[in-house]
C-alpha cells in the first residue's frame, strides 16, 4: 500500500533523504512518497503573522489537493492545516481514501460557533489524529465530537541534538529554553531572588514588556546549535509555564530534548507534561505559577549534584528508550496496520493457523 506523505515545512532536501519516519517503516508493508508544495512554510519562530494566511491556505489546499488525487492509497499529513483542507476535500468529492493526521495540535482550539462547525465537518473526514500529550484527546474528542478511539497519543520524537557539551562548572548558570507560553514572571521573580546567573534562549516577543533582572542574559538571533549548546551546559534546566485553559500543549520538544542531553530538568505541571516526565525519577514537576514552588525546586537541584546527577542520567535513559524516531515509526506502522485492516488479517490468520 502506497501513502502520501505532506507536510508545508518539507523541503527538496526531505523528499531527496527521504527525511521522515516512513524511512524506518518496514518497507516490504507500505511504500510512502514524500511531497512538497509549491512553497516551504517560513519557519514559525521567524514569521512575522503568526496566524495562517489566505494567500497560505491557497497553498495548503493546491498541497493537499496534490496528495488526495494522487495514486497513493492514503495521505498522511503532518499539522492541522493540511487535514483540515483535505477533510473539505473529502467530504465535496466522497472520497474514502483514509488519511492520518499526524502531529495534529491545533494551538487554541476555543473558536467562534462557524469555526467550529466547520472544523467538525472537515476533520470528521480523517481516520486517526495523532496527538502529543493524552489531554489533547479529551479536549479535541470533546470540541469535534469524535469518539475518543479516532485519536492516538504518540510522543514527540527527537530528530538529534546539535553538538556536543558537557556542564558550565567554573561558572555555572540555570538554562531556559523556548517562547511559548512561558511564566518568565514567576521564572524571573524567583532568579533574581535567588541571584542565580541564568540564560534565556526565547524570542523577543516572548519577553516583549517584560522586566529582565540584572542576572538573566537574554541572547536573540541564536541558532538551533547554539540553544542546544546552553541547554547542555546549564547546570539545570527550568521550563516555567503558563497553564491556560485555551491551550493544548507546550514545551513538550523542550522537555524532550533536555532529556535526551541528559539534563535535570524543572518544569510546570501542566499540559499533561506527567505523560513525559516522571516527578522526582526523570525531571522535577513545580505547580504552575507557584514562584514558591519553582523557588523551592530550583533551590533543591542547584545545591543536590547526586540528585541532579541521577535526573539526567535517568531522564536520558527514559528519553532513548521511548523518544526515538525509532519508536514513533514503530507506532506509525502500528496504526497503518490498525487503519488500514492489516491487524484484524492478521489476528485472523493467527486464529485460523490455533483452530486447525
Not at 21 to 29: H, M, T
Not at 113 to 135: K, N, T
Not at 198 to 221: H, K, R
Amino acid at each position: 500500500m502506497k501513502w502520501a506523505v505532506i507536510a508545508a515545512y518539507f523541503k527538496q532536501e526531505h523528499i531527496d533523504n527521504k527525511m521522515w519516519l516512513s524511512r524506518l517503516v518496514s518497507q516490504d508493508k507500505y511504500d510512502f512518497e514524500l511531497m512538497m508544495r509549491s512553497k516551504p512554510i517560513t519557519n514559525w519562530h521567524d514569521r512575522e503573522v503568526k496566524v495562517t494566511t489566505f494567500p497560505e491556505w491557497v497553498i495548503h489546499w493546491k498541497h493537499a489537493a496534490s496528495a488526495l488525487n494522487s495514486n497513493a492509497d492514503g495521505v498522511i499529513t503532518l499539522f492541522p492545516q493540511l487535514p483540515t483542507v483535505i477533510g473539505l476535500q473529502k467530504f465535496f468529492k466522497v472520497s474514502k481514501k483514509p488519511v492520518i493526521a499526524w502531529t495534529f495540535n491545533v494551538g487554541n482550539y476555543k473558536v467562534g460557533p462557524i469555526r467550529r462547525w466547520l472544523s467538525q465537518v472537515s476533520l470528521g473526514q480523517i481516520d486517526r489524529f495523532i496527538v502529543h500529550s493524552r489531554q489533547e484527546i479529551d479536549i479535541y474528542s470533546k470540541w469535534l465530537g469524535l469518539p475518543k478511539d479516532r485519536f492516538e497519543f504518540v510522543p514527540f520524537p527527537c530528530a538529534g541534538i546539535e553538538g556536543d557539551y558537557v556542564e558550565e562548572t567554573e561558572t555555572p548558570f540555570i538554562a531556559s529554553l523556548g517562547s511559548a507560553h512561558r511564566d518568565f514572571p514567576c521564572f524571573f521573580k524567583v532568579v533574581e531572588e535567588l541571584s542565580i546567573p541564568t540564560i534565556v534562549a526565547s524570542g523577543p516577543s516572548a519577553l516583549e514588556g517584560i522586566s529582565i533582572p540584572s542576572n538573566v542574559e537574554t541572547p536573540f538571533g541564536i541558532s538551533r546549535a547554539d540553544c542546544h549548546k546552553i541547554a547542555q551546559e546549564g547546570r539545570i534546566n527550568v521550563i516555567a509555564l503558563q497553564d491556560k485553559p485555551d491551550v493544548t500543549a507546550a514545551g513538550h520538544v523542550t522537555v524532550i530534548e533536555a532529556m535526551h542531553m541528559g539534563r535535570p530538568i524543572i518544569v510546570s505541571d501542566c499540559y499533561r507534561m506527567g505523560d513525559y516526565i516522571k516527578h522526582g525519577e526523570t525531571g522535577w514537576l513545580v505547580k504552575p505559577g507557584c514562584s514558591q514552588s519553582l523557588k523551592e525546586a530550583i533551590t533543591l537541584l542547584w545545591n543536590d549534584e547526586e540528585l541532579r546527577n541521577r535526573l539526567g542520567r535517568n531522564a536520558k535513559a527514559y528519553a532513548q528508550k521511548h523518544f526515538t524516531e525509532d519508536a514513533a515509526a514503530k507506532e506509525l506502522e502500528r496504526i497503518l496496520d490498525d487503519v488500514t485492516g492489516r491487524k484484524d488479517q492478521k489476528k485472523k490468520v493467527l486464529a485460523n493457523a490455533i483452530a486447525s
